[in-house]
């Protein structure tokens, strides 16, 4: 892998705790590559009392840290920015080599991911309080916004990059100090950051990166642990629910980007084969490994059969193979966990009555890799109506009226992304108003940008990532009365 790196010290196996790369006091542990199984690198294995003694160097860096102007802050998060962006290509080769997924949806990343530091380096100017009119004569009330203090995150291996940058770059810029607990998956990515802040001349202690396999150690740490006033995570509703009650013993606030299980609905009005190109990005971006991407895809009765026949005809000429590999559309999936349970649910759906129309199997390709996978006559007692598959399958749906599908589309615990396709103005308005969810994306299969608030409603979680609000999550509110 350094071979392939202009600049391979951007490979870092250490963890960065308190402006150091640092050994991990518990050994190391593997970080393998999915497409071939090879171990890329053993990456340090912090203990419990490192991540104890990274949040007590954050502690200490914050409080200077938050005394920064907000251009003070800009600068050095513009230049992490800028640094990340000139090392695009190595930190796209980094994300693939660990995670899998297409070189060219790495670069995706990496800008995507850059793109919030350089947002929120923008916001940190403009991080503006109030001041109310009195209650009485000599009463004056000013409302200020303070920096909440450490920020600890827990992130997923399937956005290995933008997952921190998301939290990172509005913490940062709003004057509080961050530890990162990246995936175990997918530590390179994270280090690759640290590297580049170091360079940038973010304080020591302001950011840190603390690898280790041993996540709900880490975690408990993060919720135990008095100087971490904010726990942001990012993962399963499952993970989401325990952080929360372990978080409850120290009241600490809490961001939670949980599961989805979003629906793609295509009515009979829509541009059927900008519905088809949406529900390839929408449904195959990162193998299906998105927990905005499509899972359950509802498409009207009159339009259903051509709707089926067009995407198979579509997705029947994608590639899949390597990430490293040029022209590459599907890489390997995560780990055998997952292509089992993609195989999981298309056994369901057949037993049910569904008919696969394309794939179905694990590739020829061997590994983890698997074969983009359609199936028809998708009903709502299949287990992918309640249950992301997080796989390059695509159930199709078919419905008869607005009304109905409304209904299914909302059969979920889960409210974070949504679609749907359609031209006339006025069903247009009133399905995104009932879709119960935090995103609805218009004749649009791609919804993500930092300069939209992006988070769930129901239990896909807490909390915005993104444009002016997402910093909101990392101030406080302090209220001043004043007599005078
Ligand atoms: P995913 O299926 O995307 O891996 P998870 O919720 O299982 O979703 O994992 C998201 C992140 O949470 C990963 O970095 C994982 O290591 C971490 N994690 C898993 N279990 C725990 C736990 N009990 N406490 C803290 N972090 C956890």
Same mark, same amino acid.
């Given at each position: 892998l350094k071979s392939l790196l202009t600049d391979p010290s951007l490979l870092e196996p250490r963890a960065y705790i308190g402006g150091g790369f640092v050994d991990g006091q518990d050994g190391t542990f593997e970080v393998k590559n999915p497409a071939r199984g090879d171990v890329i690198a053993n990456v340090a294995n912090v203990s419990r009392s490192q991540v104890a003694g990274a949040i007590a160097q954050a502690e200490v860096a914050q409080k200077d840290w938050a005394k920064w102007t907000g251009k003070e802050r800009a600068n050095v998060l513009r230049k992490w920015f800028d640094l990340m962006m000139e090392n695009q290509e190595d930190l796209a080769i980094i994300l693939t080599a660990e995670m899998g997924k297409p070189l060219a949806e790495s670069r995706g990343e990496i800008a995507y991911g850059a793109s919030f530091i350089e947002f929120f380096a923008e916001e940190a100017k403009r991080i503006y309080g109030e001041t109310i009119p009195g209650h009485q004569r000599d009463k004056r009330i000013t409302v200020l916004k303070q920096p909440i203090g450490v920020a600890a995150s827990i992130t997923p291996w399937n956005f290995p990059n933008a997952m921190i940058t998301r939290k990172a770059g509005p913490a940062l810029a709003a004057g509080c100090a961050f530890v990162a607990r990246p995936a175990e998956l997918t530590p390179l990515s994270a280090t690759a950051l640290a590297v580049l802040a170091d360079r940038a001349g973010l304080p020591a202690g302001v950011f840190n990166v603390v690898s280790s396999s041993n996540a709900s150690e880490t975690g408990k740490e993060f919720c135990e642990n008095n100087a971490v006033r904010k726990l942001t995570f990012t993962g399963s509703t499952e993970v989401g629910r325990i952080l929360m009650r372990q978080a409850a013993d120290t009241v600490m606030k809490c961001s939670m980007e949980l599961g989805g299980n979003a629906p793609f609905i295509v009515f009979d009005d829509a541009d059927l084969d900008a519905a088809v190109e949406g529900a390839i990005m929408c449904k195959f971006r990162n193998n299906g490994q998105t927990c905005v991407c499509a899972n359950r895809i509802y498409v009207q009765a009159g339009v259903y059969d051509a709707f089926a026949a067009k995407l198979k005809e579509a997705v029947a000429k994608m590639t899949v193979g390597d990430g490293l590999a040029e022209g590459t559309q599907f890489g390997p999936l995560i780990n055998q966990k997952a292509v089992e349970k993609v195989q999981a649910h298309i056994a369901d759906a057949k037993e049910k009555g569904a008919e696969v129309i394309l794939g179905g199997n694990p590739s020829e390709l061997g590994g983890t890799f698997f074969e983009p996978t359609i199936i028809t006559g998708a009903t709502q007692d299949m287990v992918f109506s309640q249950d992301e598959t997080f796989g390059p399958m695509a159930p199709l749906f078919k419905? !008869?009226?607005?009304? *109905?599908? &409304? !209904?299914?589309?909302? *059969?979920? &615990?889960?409210?974070?992304?949504?679609?749907?396709?359609?031209?006339?103005?006025?069903?247009?308005?009133?399905?995104?108003?009932?879709?119960?969810?935090?995103?609805?994306?218009?004749?649009?299969?791609?919804i993500s940008t930092e300069l939209a608030p992006f988070g769930g409603v129901k239990q896909s979680g807490l909390g915005r990532e993104g444009s002016h609000h997402g910093i909101e999550d990392y101030l406080e509110m302090k209220y001043i009365c004043m007599s005078v």
């Open positions: 419905f !008869e009226t607005e009304d *109905d599908v &409304i !209904e299914m589309a909302n *059969d979920t &615990i889960f409210g974070l992304a949504s679609y749907f396709y359609a031209k006339d103005l006025s069903r247009v308005y009133k399905v995104a108003e009932a879709l119960e969810y935090g995103i609805v994306g218009v004749n649009t299969g791609i």
